[in-house]
């Protein structure tokens, strides 16, 4: 890796393309993937984070979504954090690249930036398994910030029995483990859950869950490691696609961030030393999000990311309650006032967060994790609301959705007649709520909301957390001081 080092820093869309027309071994509907950027279940999404890559040359952005550091430019999610100041511009960085997509491309490269950096400025955490890994991890840090890579991550073994995996133990029919050493590096076989946006990457972190514990038996199911997509032996299998080549009128969000989730297997898989991070070492995995303090810099892009869809999903409602005049109804307001809570609590949060920012103990700036923590806790609760209420507020008008072929096909004077609103013409309706389709009814919908639900992690896991990390003692000392 090491002439690897350098590179040019920020990519463009091109760039980031070409380096995807490789061979790697993803599945999808049945058949091998030739190429991820023509593929129709696959180009699009591709080409749309082309597109927000392109953006970071865009000389009127380029002051928040980079950075430049001698007389190169990087990504501002690559920006170790020296000040306040600096966590502000990642937070701003981060919202950027949200708003492009109205979070519903949840998987930009910052969110993986944002532990790369974390994990790269907190190398000497994984120098306590061997020195040679907080090498590796500056290295990689380097690697990626340089070259501007995309990365996945899985962090998840699939699970086989619930009862196994409440225990931290993980089945070794279907649980990626280590099954060989040598001396160019470790051998994996077996599987993990999700890879999203896999087949769009550049490489792969295959790491300890930030949630989920192991037990301390689990040495062979124990490590961390990041390699090519395309290494020998990695395949993705994908879920069906949400993107039907419809336009952009007929699905205005699946025909375009479709990011593709993945399941990951490895058929003795060779990860080269240079690329290990941690090894058989199942206590230091458990800390390892939380030590590094990458979990609260992957919170911060998730809160930032969770507000530009919030607001999105406030604008949706608006337009559509003002489509039949409805927004003058008192309990539509008091609906979307609803989502507006939901809104605000989550800039709250955010900017919160970033005002409490202080350094660690190695002298980085850490936004104030409680705030991001309670985001990234309610969210998963938020979201599926925000989308009942486009269901609740849409009703039939959801269903009211003829195709753009409709829209000029031999019965357009009927839709031009029977589909307009007293605020809308037909065509701006149908628009409308097509989109609020995609939302709320659509299968790229349905999967949105589960991602919302999942991504992080089990929601009890993570609240079982939250109660952990939780200061509650001065507030039951007043509960006692009452009762004394
Ligand atoms: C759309 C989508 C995209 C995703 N993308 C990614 C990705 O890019 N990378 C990635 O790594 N993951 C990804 N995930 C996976 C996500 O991390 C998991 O779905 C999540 O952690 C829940 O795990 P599970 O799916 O195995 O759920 P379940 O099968 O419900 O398992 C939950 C886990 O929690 C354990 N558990 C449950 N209750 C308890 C308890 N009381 N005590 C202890 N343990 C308990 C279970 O035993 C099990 O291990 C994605 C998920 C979705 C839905």
């Keep these: 890796m090491n002439n690897e080092l350098s590179g040019n820093g920020i990519r463009n869309g091109e760039q980031y393309l070409a380096g995807l027309r490789d061979d790697r071994d993803v599945w999808l509907r049945g058949e091998k993937v030739d190429d991820v950027t023509s593929h129709p279940g696959l180009s699009r999404g591709a080409?749309?984070?082309?597109?927000?890559?392109?953006?970071?040359?865009?000389?009127?952005?380029?002051?928040?979504?980079?950075y430049e550091e001698d007389g190169t430019r990087y990504a501002t999610s690559f920006l170790v954090p020296k000040s306040k100041a600096d966590i502000e511009k990642r937070g701003a960085a981060f919202y950027q690249w949200a708003t492009w997509s109205n979070g519903m491309f949840g998987r930009t490269p910052d969110y993986k930036n944002a532990s790369v950096m974390a994990f790269g400025s907190a190398a000497d955490f994984l120098a306590q398994g061997k020195p040679e890994f907080a090498e590796n991890m500056r290295n990689y840090y380097q690697y990626v910030r340089n070259n501007d890579k995309v990365l996945t991550h899985t962090l998840v073994n699939p699970t086989y029995s619930h009862e196994q995996a409440k225990e931290g133990k993980y089945s070794d029919k279907v649980a990626l483990q280590v099954v060989k050493e040598t001396d160019a590096g470790i051998v994996v076989n077996g599987a993990r859950l999700l890879a999203t946006l896999g087949p769009h990457a550049d490489e792969i972190e295959v790491f300890p869950s930030t949630l989920l514990k192991a037990s301390e038996e689990n040495l062979p199911f124990a490590f961390a490691f990041a390699i090519p997509i395309n290494t020998p032996g990695l395949r993705l299998i994908c879920r069906d696609s949400y993107d039907h080549e419809k336009s952009h009128f007929d699905a205005p969000l699946s025909s375009r961030f479709e990011e593709m989730d993945a399941v990951v297997t490895f058929k003795n898989v060779l990860v080269p030393w240079e690329r290990v991070f941690m090894y058989r070492e199942?206590?230091?995995?458990?800390?390892?999000?939380?030590?590094?303090?990458?979990?609260?810099?992957?919170?911060?892009?998730?809160?930032?990311g969770k507000l530009a869809k919030a607001e999105f999903m406030v604008g949706l409602l608006c337009a559509m309650a003002k489509a039949t005049g409805k927004d003058k109804d008192m309990n539509v307001k008091g609906q979307i006032a609803e989502a507006m809570w939901a809104t605000e609590t989550v800039r709250a949060l955010r900017f919160s967060a970033e005002a409490h920012a202080e350094a660690d103990s190695r002298g980085i700036f850490v936004p104030a994790r409680r705030p991001l923590d309670t985001s990234r806790n309610l969210f998963p609760k938020m979201y599926p609301r925000l989308v009942e209420l486009v269901q609740l507020i849409g009703s039939s008008s959801l269903m009211a959705t003829p195709s753009e072929a409709d829209i000029t096909s031999d019965i357009a004077d009927d839709i031009g007649q029977?589909?307009?609103?007293?605020?809308?013409?037909s065509k701006d309706r149908?628009?409308?709520?097509?989109?609020?389709?995609?939302?709320?009814?659509?299968?790229?919908?349905?999967?949105?909301?589960?991602?919302?639900?999942?991504?992080?992690?089990?929601?009890?896991?993570?609240?079982?957390?939250?109660?952990?990390?939780?200061?509650?003692?001065?507030?039951?000392?007043?509960?006692?001081?009452?009762?004394?």
Aim: charged share 20%; glycine share 4%; with cysteine.
């Design 418 to 425: 029977y589909f307009q609103t007293v605020n809308l013409a």
């Design 282 to 304: 199942p206590l230091l995995c458990n800390k390892a999000f939380a030590d590094t303090n990458a979990v609260v810099h992957m919170m911060h892009q998730v809160a930032c």
């Design 47 to 66: 080409r749309t984070l082309a597109g927000f890559l392109d953006k970071q040359f865009d000389a009127t952005l380029q002051d928040v979504i980079t």
């Design 430 to 484: 149908i628009a409308l709520f097509r989109l609020a389709h995609d939302v709320a009814v659509s299968g790229f919908g349905n999967r949105q909301a589960l991602y919302e639900r999942f991504f992080f992690g089990p929601q009890n896991v993570m609240a079982s957390i939250y109660f952990d990390l939780y200061d509650k003692d001065e507030m039951m000392d007043r509960v006692d001081l009452l009762l004394k």
